[in-house]
């Protein structure tokens, strides 16, 4: 699959999309047979549309739309799998935000993480401690202020 065209620019988003749509396969497999159908779902659409994200990048190069596509794909994965699936599927918040840093500027990346932070804040109100919430709005904003500080 080696493509001689295809410069950094354009083999980056077509790795970071293969990768989201194997892991997002990998847990769509493991939901149905938990029979957990609605995150199974979630999870099948997620790998859809990152198979389809590396292949328009792959096709047409990593154009702006391409790569902004992929950042709202990763904001609504994290969102998505967070109020479905509950608070443990915050996890996919740090990779999710990380990667925005490099699909966007860092200034509409930073706009999009706290959109997502606040997006997932009830959900994490709702189902752990006070503290724990804490902990866990804290971790994001760390790797969010990590991640702003190496993309400026």
């Not at 749509?21 to 493991?30: D, E, Q, S």
Request: proline letters at 3%; a neutral charge.
């Amino acid at each position: 699959m080696e493509n001689s065209r295809l410069g950094i620019e354009e083999r980056l988003p077509v790795i970071l999309s293969l990768t989201g749509m194997l892991a997002a396969l990998v847990f769509t497999g493991l939901r149905a047979v938990n029979g957990e159908w609605m995150q199974a779902f979630v999870d099948a659409f997620i790998a859809t549309v990152f198979g389809g994200v590396a292949w328009s990048i792959y096709r047409y190069g990593a154009t702006r739309p391409g790569k902004m596509t992929l950042a709202a794909l990763c904001f609504f994965s994290c969102v998505a799998s967070t109020h479905v699936g509950g608070a443990s599927q915050v996890i996919w918040a740090h990779s999710s935000l990380i990667a925005m840093y490099y699909l966007l500027r860092p200034l509409e990346a930073a706009v999009v993480s706290a959109v997502t932070v606040i997006a997932v804040l009830p959900v994490l109100a709702a189902e752990l401690e006070p503290m724990q919430t804490a902990a866990a709005i804290g971790s994001i904003c760390l790797t969010l202020g990590m991640s702003y500080g190496f993309a400026s």
